[in-house]
C-alpha cells in the first residue's frame, strides 16, 4: 500500500543520509588526521635539526680548544661533549 512504500522511502532517504554523514566524518577524520601528522612530523624535523646543529657546534668548539692545547675537563665543560668524545676528534 502506498503508506508503506512512503515509510520505505522515508527509510531509505535516512539511510542514505546516515551513509553521507559517515562518509563525510570519515573524510574529515583523515583530513584532520593528515594535517596533525604533517605538523607533528615538521616540529620533530625542527627539533632534530637543532639538536644536530647544536651538537656540531659543540663538536667545532671542542675541536678549536684541543688543538690550542686545553685539557679535556675544562673542553667537556665548555662543550657539554664527554672526554671521551673529544679525545676521540
Given at each position: 500500500d502506498a503508506a508503506h512504500m512512503l515509510r520505505?522511502?522515508?527509510?531509505?532517504q535516512i539511510?542514505?543520509?546516515?551513509e553521507k554523514g559517515l562518509e563525510k566524518g570519515r573524510r574529515q577524520g583523515q583530513?584532520?588526521?593528515h594535517q596533525k601528522g604533517l605538523q607533528e612530523g615538521h616540529q620533530k624535523g625542527l627539533q632534530?635539526?637543532?639538536e644536530k646543529g647544536a651538537k656540531d657546534k659543540a663538536?667545532?668548539?671542542a675541536k678549536?680548544?684541543?688543538?690550542?692545547?686545553?685539557d679535556l675537563a675544562t673542553i667537556a665543560a665548555a662543550?657539554?661533549?664527554s672526554q671521551q668524545e673529544i679525545k676521540a676528534l
Open positions: 520505505m522511502d522515508h527509510i531509505s539511510e542514505t543520509g546516515y583530513q584532520e588526521g632534530e635539526g637543532h663538536i667545532e668548539i678549536a680548544l684541543k688543538a690550542t692545547g686545553v662543550s657539554g661533549l
